[in-house]
Antibody
Framework: QIQLVQSGAEVQKPGASVKVSCKAS????????VSWVRQAPGQGLEWMGW????????YYVQQFQGRVTMTTDTSTNTAYMELRSLTSDDTAVYYC????????????????????WGKGTAVTVSS | EIVLTQSPDTLSLSPGERATLSCRAS???????LTWYQQKPGQAPRLLIY???SRATGIPDRFSGSGSGTDFTLTISRLEPEDFAVYYC??????????FGQGTKLEI
């Protein structure tokens, strides 16, 4: 069964860092890209960025630049997202997802979607 | 940054009725760059529609997507009780900021 299993809930103090893991099962992580999305309590979805698990290239949304690092460990088929200098605004559920980017020859363009999602990791930032 | 505006914020309907959800982009995007997700309370989002009109694997045919340019629509032809949820559109027109709409809550 293809799934992404995320690490458990975290409570961190302001200024600290958090590292969330996302283990793929049923498929090889490096065969696809991985994206990270977060959702603050009662709010909508917020795209954070993605990484090419095969190439190791990362693409972060500007607001997270300098504070986030997305990595993979191919030996354990696991992706990681580390967020530093936490504030209360970072309190959210963090999701990893398998990110598909596929070329459509007939349209000479790509389509994109996230088809497999982890259940989410709740991160609470509180003093 | 491409901004997606969904309307309405909340849609109140009954099972068996037809639901029409809108997603408007702040600039023209290719229809292949527009995706829809469903999210129920306490759950991760679920892929419904990609490339504006292609249903994901296992999605019932009562769900359909359409649109082009800046205006996109998700239609649920006959609402089932399990369809009451929040729906998000997402665009992939401007890397790396693949923004989501603010969501439409479909309630009974």
């Amino acid at each position: 069964q293809i799934q992404l299993v995320q690490s458990g809930a975290e409570v961190q103090k302001p200024g600290a860092s958090v590292k969330v893991s996302c283990k793929a099962s049923g498929y090889t992580l490096t065969d696809y890209d991985v994206s990270w999305v977060r959702q603050a309590p009662g709010q909508g979805l917020e795209w954070m960025g993605w990484l090419s698990a095969y190439k190791g290239n990362t693409y972060y949304v500007q607001q997270f630049q300098g504070r986030v690092t997305m990595t993979t460990d191919t030996s354990t088929n696991t992706a990681y997202m580390e967020l530093r200098s936490l504030t209360s605004d970072d309190t959210a559920v963090y999701y990893c997802a398998r990110f598909i980017q596929k070329w459509i020859a007939s349209q000479r363009d790509y389509f994109y979607y996230m088809d497999v999602w982890g259940k989410g990791t709740a991160v609470t930032v509180s003093s | 940054e491409i901004v997606l505006t969904q309307s309405p914020d909340t849609l109140s309907l009954s099972p068996g009725e037809r639901a029409t959800l809108s997603c408007r982009a702040s600039q023209i995007i290719s229809s292949t760059y527009l995706t829809w997700y469903q999210q129920k309370p306490g759950q991760a989002p679920r892929l419904l529609i990609y490339s504006a009109s292609s249903r994901a694997t296992g999605i019932p045919d009562r769900f359909s997507g359409s649109g082009s340019g800046t205006d996109f629509t998700l239609t649920i032809s006959r609402l089932e009780p399990e369809d009451f949820a929040v729906y998000y559109c997402q665009q992939f027109g401007s890397s790396p900021g693949y923004t989501f709409g603010q969501g439409t809550k479909l309630e009974i």
